[in-house]
């Protein structure tokens, strides 16, 4: 005993060494806890307090609670009224749910904040078991003084991190916490015990999706030697080449390109440029659900190729110049890449896209880089309600030839305008007329009135979401701040992008324009700071809200940022308590301005 009491007091003392900055003796702390410590000093974690980040109310509705409930409940029985605490997190060390029958512990657990709502994850409380478990991805246990915060030293913990029955993705942890004094040598074993059932608990209650999934990802990882992932909107699985062979930028571009196939068809190959500059080919297949027209997700294969290997004619995916278009987003570049093979083919093409994604801006740089000294003609379709339109069109074309025809809102096409119509493309096609481009909503493919007029283009581009390649805020806010007249006078801050980059944009590039509209009717020079951008950049909801919450809500916002980002400040200007602000901070997904003190 008297040996443990020695070997406690020189961590103690190893400990705060490495605090000051001193040199410590070797073999004193164990390896990963030292890496730990590195690593929570690196990121500049209190050692001398205990202030995790807060997050609120966590949803509890997901697969890991539902796997984890019985396992946990039946561990909690047999630990019923012993001081050990057990704790279920997210992915990201905040706390999902948390237990123990010893309310002395209990009362301690909830002084350091190691309850549902709070982050113990390494960046927000340092070394510790959860944390430390995650960001290693194995079992961890801390003692003592191996925590980095000193206010957890007279606790014991062991983490498991919890993976993912079917992809092996890291989706949360499990820990089992106790009294320094009270620890013994079974604590870890427990809680990989814990672990594995909660593990095999989420197998038998897996999606039956999931499981279709996983048996047609084993099936192509049985044939395919190279790189394979399988996807849905829940889960990702990649085998060991992909880990090893593709960074996360190109996973990312695989897989925005495989759910956007997956949307216009089954099977689709294709050859790619990936970010890194690599070129591979692809092969995405659709896994059918267990209804008809059901899909349980996509299987993508993928080959890299090598120099030369590529198919004659494919378009290398590299930034190209189109006046008045910036963007350099993989999926925005292939996008313009798609259309400049259409018209080096002399193909007409579809370019699909929501509203302001930049169809027409994209269709018009196209003809102003190859055609810049030609005519080009744009009209609207929303116009066409008799065969009036397509007679005065032809007219048009006749008397001003154009090199480019774009007819914008071809899906508000009217039944009595879209014979005439076709009989003009007819024409326009025989008579070798001008390269024509239409612009349609998304999903408009299958509206009846398009049906002949579709006929005559050979190809649909896919013009991707502004929230589909946010990065281009970096070259878009530039270029429409100088359309409005301030360029160079007016510019972004990290802060205010940072904003920009994280919202939905349901109304894409031409929403951005007018938020840059308004912003700089208040801001006319200098810099874009957050407080400059409307209230609703400021959060992120996961529901629509009403009058009320929309004033509460722009309420929190102004007051955070008139206390400097402080919030038991801004709590104490709005009259409100320190948990109200946490809590509605959260619902509303409000991020706080950083703190300049």
């Given at each position: 005993?008297?040996?443990?009491?020695?070997?406690?007091?020189?961590?103690?003392?190893?400990?705060?060494?490495?605090?000051?900055?001193?040199?410590?003796?070797?073999?004193?702390?164990?390896?990963?806890?030292?890496?730990?410590?590195?690593?929570?000093?690196?990121?500049?974690?209190?050692?001398?307090?205990?202030?995790?980040?807060?997050?609120?109310?966590?949803?509890?509705?997901?697969?890991?609670?539902?796997?984890?409930?019985?396992?946990?409940?039946?561990?909690?029985e047999q630990f019923d009224g012993q001081p050990i605490s057990l704790i279920l997190t997210d992915p990201n060390g905040v706390v999902l749910t948390q237990s123990t029958g010893d309310n002395?512990?209990?009362?301690?657990?909830?002084?350091?904040?190691?309850?549902?709502?709070?982050?113990?994850?390494?960046?927000?409380?340092?070394?510790?078991?959860?944390?430390?478990?995650?960001?290693?991805?194995?079992?961890?246990?801390?003692?003592?003084?191996?925590?980095?915060?000193?206010?957890?030293?007279?606790?014991?913990?062991?983490?498991?991190?919890?993976?993912?029955?079917?992809?092996?993705?890291?989706?949360?942890?499990?820990?089992?916490?106790?009294?320094?004094?009270?620890?013994?040598?079974?604590?870890?074993?427990?809680?990989?015990?814990?672990?594995?059932?909660?593990?095999?608990?989420?197998?038998?209650?897996?999606?039956?999706?999931?499981?279709?999934?996983?048996?047609?990802?084993?099936?192509?990882?049985?044939?395919?030697?190279?790189?394979?992932?399988?996807?849905?909107?829940?889960?990702?699985?990649?085998?060991?080449?992909?880990?090893?062979?593709?960074?996360?930028?190109?996973?990312?571009?695989?897989?925005?390109?495989?759910?956007?196939?997956?949307?216009?068809?089954?099977?689709?190959?294709?050859?790619?440029?990936?970010?890194?500059?690599?070129?591979?080919?692809?092969?995405?297949?659709?896994?059918?659900?267990?209804?008809?027209?059901?899909?349980?997700?996509?299987?993508?294969?993928?080959?890299?190729?090598?120099?030369?290997?590529?198919?004659?004619?494919?378009?290398?995916?590299?930034?190209?110049?189109?006046?008045?278009?910036?963007?350099?987003?993989?999926?925005?570049?292939?996008?313009?890449?798609?259309?400049?093979?259409?018209?080096?083919?002399?193909?007409?093409?579809?370019?699909?896209?929501?509203?302001?994604?930049?169809?027409?801006?994209?269709?018009?740089?196209?003809?102003?880089?190859?055609?810049?000294?030609?005519?080009?003609?744009t009209v609207d379709a929303s116009g066409a309600v008799d065969a009036a339109w397509a007679d005065d069109l032809r007219h048009e074309l006749r008397t001003h030839p154009p090199a480019t025809?774009?007819?914008?809102?071809?899906?508000?096409?009217?039944?009595?305008?879209?014979?005439?119509?076709?009989?003009?493309?007819?024409?326009?096609?025989?008579?070798?007329?001008?390269?024509?481009?239409?612009?349609?909503?998304?999903?408009?493919?299958?509206?009846?009135?398009?049906?002949?007029?579709?006929?005559?283009?050979?190809?649909?581009?896919?013009?991707?979401?502004?929230?589909?390649?946010?990065?281009?805020?970096?070259?878009?806010?530039?270029?429409?701040?100088?359309?409005?007249?301030?360029?160079?006078?007016?510019?972004?801050?990290?802060?205010?992008?940072?904003?920009?980059?994280?919202?939905?944009?349901?109304?894409?590039?031409?929403?951005?324009?007018?938020?840059?509209?308004?912003?700089?009717?208040?801001?006319?020079?200098?810099?874009?700071?957050?407080?400059?951008?409307?209230?609703?950049?400021?959060?992120?909801?996961?529901?629509?809200?009403?009058?009320?919450?929309?004033?509460?809500?722009?309420?929190?916002?102004?007051?955070?940022?008139?206390?400097?980002?402080?919030?038991?400040?801004?709590?104490?200007?709005?009259?409100?308590?320190?948990?109200?602000?946490?809590?509605?901070?959260?619902?509303?997904?409000?991020?706080?301005?950083?703190?300049?003190?």
């Open positions: 005993m008297d040996g443990m009491v020695v070997a406690d007091e020189r961590l103690a003392r190893t400990r705060v060494r490495f605090l000051t900055e001193e040199p410590i003796e070797s073999g004193c702390v164990r390896q990963p806890i030292l890496a730990s410590w590195r690593r929570s000093r690196d990121l500049r974690v209190q050692a001398d307090r205990i202030d995790p980040r807060y997050l609120g109310d966590q949803n509890l509705d997901i697969p890991l609670i539902r796997g984890a409930e019985p396992v946990l409940a039946k561990l909690g002395e512990l209990r009362r301690h657990l909830e002084r350091v904040e190691l309850v549902p709502g709070f982050s113990y994850g390494e960046q927000s409380v340092g070394t510790n078991g959860i944390g430390t478990a995650l960001e290693d991805g194995r079992a961890t246990q801390v003692f003592g003084h191996e925590h980095y915060a000193e206010h957890l030293e007279n606790l014991a913990c062991a983490g498991v991190p919890i993976l993912h029955p079917l992809s092996g993705k890291k989706i949360g942890a499990v820990d089992l916490t106790c009294w320094y004094k009270d620890a013994g040598g079974l604590l870890l074993a427990l809680a990989r015990s814990t672990a594995e059932q909660i593990r095999q608990a989420m197998l038998r209650h897996s999606d039956l999706h999931e499981m279709m999934l996983f048996q047609a990802y084993l099936q192509t990882c049985r044939r395919w030697t190279g790189i394979v992932l399988a996807f849905n909107e829940d889960i990702v699985m990649m085998n060991d080449r992909a880990r090893q062979l593709l960074d996360p930028s190109d996973q990312s571009v695989l897989l925005g390109f495989a759910a956007e196939a997956l949307e216009s068809g089954g099977r689709t190959t294709a050859e790619l440029a990936l970010s890194s500059g690599q070129r591979v080919r692809v092969f995405c297949r659709r896994v059918p659900g267990r209804r008809d027209g059901d899909v349980a997700g996509g299987v993508l294969s993928v080959k890299l190729l090598e120099t030369g290997e590529t198919t004659a004619g494919t378009v290398p995916l590299l930034p190209m110049y189109l006046p008045g278009v910036v963007g350099s987003a993989p999926l925005w570049l292939r996008c313009g890449h798609e259309l400049e093979t259409g018209f080096s083919r002399k193909e007409w093409v579809v370019l699909e896209g929501g509203p302001g994604t930049g169809k027409h801006a994209l269709a018009k740089g196209m003809h102003m880089r190859r055609s810049p000294a030609a005519r080009l003609c025809l774009v007819v914008r809102h071809a899906h508000r096409l009217s039944a009595a305008a879209a014979e005439p119509f076709v009989r003009l493309l007819r024409d326009l096609r025989d008579e070798g007329g001008p390269w024509v481009v239409l612009t349609l909503a998304p999903g408009t493919e299958t509206v009846p009135e398009l049906a002949e007029p579709l006929k005559f283009f050979p190809r649909t581009v896919q013009v991707p979401p502004l929230r589909h390649h946010a990065e281009d805020l970096t070259e878009l806010i530039p270029l429409f701040l100088s359309k409005l007249g301030y360029g160079g006078r007016l510019t972004c801050s990290a802060a205010a992008l940072h904003l920009l980059m994280r919202a939905e944009w349901p109304g894409n590039a031409g929403q951005l324009y007018q938020v840059l509209r308004k912003v700089a009717q208040r801001r006319r020079s200098g810099t874009i700071v957050p407080g400059d951008l409307p209230a609703e950049f400021h959060a992120v909801t996961r529901r629509p809200l009403n009058r009320f919450e929309v004033i509460e809500r722009d309420a929190i916002v102004r007051g955070l940022e008139d206390a400097d980002g402080n919030k038991m400040r801004a709590a104490q200007l709005l009259g409100i308590s320190r948990a109200t602000i946490y809590r509605k901070i959260h619902e509303y997904g409000i991020v706080a301005p950083a703190r300049t003190s």
